[in-house]
């Protein structure tokens, strides 16, 4: 601790500065947590927490490595329901208040963990604070180590840690296979910290809730793994699923486009004759910018772009594959641009060329 601290106290109080005086004590609780002496640092925590004056808030606290996350406005949970059971399970865990806190997610991109852990705080009724990587992942060799033990540091130090969640997003940026040969030496050294971490964690703090997600879970450090209550598949869509995660999106943004002829029907038969779908993440992209990059003009060229941006070519493709497909007359006009006696042309010109 610097002298700069007690004057920095000083000022703070005569100022009536409430947020400055907190923040500083706190500062200077996590200085002498950092030279071990936790009581001293658990003490001044507590000065802080009793005092009508000074009382700590989370949504206030300021953080070099961990930013607060805004739960109030959050789109609706769009998850297969064995997922959906499985959040429902750990709020459960959660609220019996046995010691069960610590969540991987593991799933593609888009998928939906990192809304499923906004979800999970609002249900909660918790802040959620995510670790900003940007600023903990440094070049210097050791500052990234040192970096972990600071924003453990800040977590447990959090006030109110039984109403905070901590999200790691992405976590396997700075938590790779300590063994695998493509990972440096150094990240190697970073999971040993990130494990020492967490089972100071446990042992200091039962209550704040700790949830990690995933892209790269076959490279995930087994022993990590082991550190968390539970592991949360998210790859569990069927394109049924799919489908209907389509359809809130789309009935959500084709009512902000003037001009476009919404039809439910083409779009749930284009979706079903794609052969594999994407996950909400990058489906939901898809779907938005088809929307938004058609030509007013042509008030069902979306349906066009999103043929594209699904199953592909749609200029390539003979107005008789798009019939074996399944497609009416009327839909091939609406994606091919053509009239329906054109359309029905054509198909009967094919049928007496087959015959």
């Known amino acids: 601790m610097k002298k700069q601290n007690v004057l920095n106290l000083i000022k703070y109080h005569v100022e009536r500065n409430e947020n400055g005086f907190r923040n ?7 200085y002498f947590d950092s030279i071990g002496d936790d009581q001293l640092a658990e003490y001044i ?3 802080i927490a009793e005092s009508n004056l000074y009382t700590p808030q989370s949504t206030d606290f300021e953080s070099e ?5 805004d739960t109030r ?15 429902k399970g750990i709020i459960n865990a959660v609220n019996h208040n046995v010691g069960i806190n610590k969540f991987l997610f593991e799933g593609l991109p888009g998928s939906g963990k990192t809304e499923a852990a906004k979800h999970i705080a609002r249900l909660l009724d918790r802040t959620l604070f995510c670790v900003d990587f940007d600023n903990l992942i440094d070049s210097k060799l050791g500052q990234t180590n040192k970096n972990i033990s600071s ?26 296979d300590r063994i695998n040969s493509n990972d440096v030496r150094e990240m190697g050294r970073v999971t040993s910290t990130i494990l020492r971490e967490l089972d100071r964690l446990t042992d200091l703090n039962k209550e704040i809730v700790i949830i990690a997600t995933t892209n790269l879970f076959s490279n995930f450090d087994k022993a990590l793994i082991r550190r ?17 995660v389509a359809e809130y999106y789309f009935s959500s943004f084709v009512r902000n486009f003037k001009g476009i002829s919404k039809d439910t029907r083409l779009f749930k038969k284009i979706l079903n ?3 594999t779908l994407p996950y909400p993440g990058e489906l939901k992209n898809i779907i938005k910018t088809s929307l938004a990059f058609s030509d007013i003009q042509f008030e069902h060229d979306y349906l066009r772009r999103l043929y594209n941006n699904l199953i592909g070519n749609l200029d390539g493709t003979e107005i008789n594959q798009l019939y074996a497909k399944g497609f009416t007359i009327r839909e091939i006009e609406k994606l091919k641009g053509e009239s329906k006696s054109n359309v029905a042309r054509k198909l009967n010109k094919e049928d007496d060329e087959n015959e």
Do not use: W
Request: net charge negative; proline share 4%.
């Open 151 to 176: 924003v453990f540091n800040e977590i447990n130090l959090l006030p109110h840690s039984n109403k905070v969640v901590v999200l790691f997003d992405e976590i396997d940026v700075i938590a790779l």
């Open 273 to 275: 004759c794609a052969e």
């Open 73 to 87: 406005a959050l789109e609706p949970l769009n998850l297969p329901t064995e997922i959906t059971e499985d959040i």
């Open 65 to 69: 490595f961990l930013k607060q996350i």
């Open 24 to 30: 500083e004590s706190i500062n200077i609780a996590r």
């Open 228 to 244: 968390f209550d539970a592991v949360i598949n998210f790859d569990r869509y069927t394109k049924e699923d799919l489908i209907e």
């Open 45 to 47: 925590m507590g000065l």
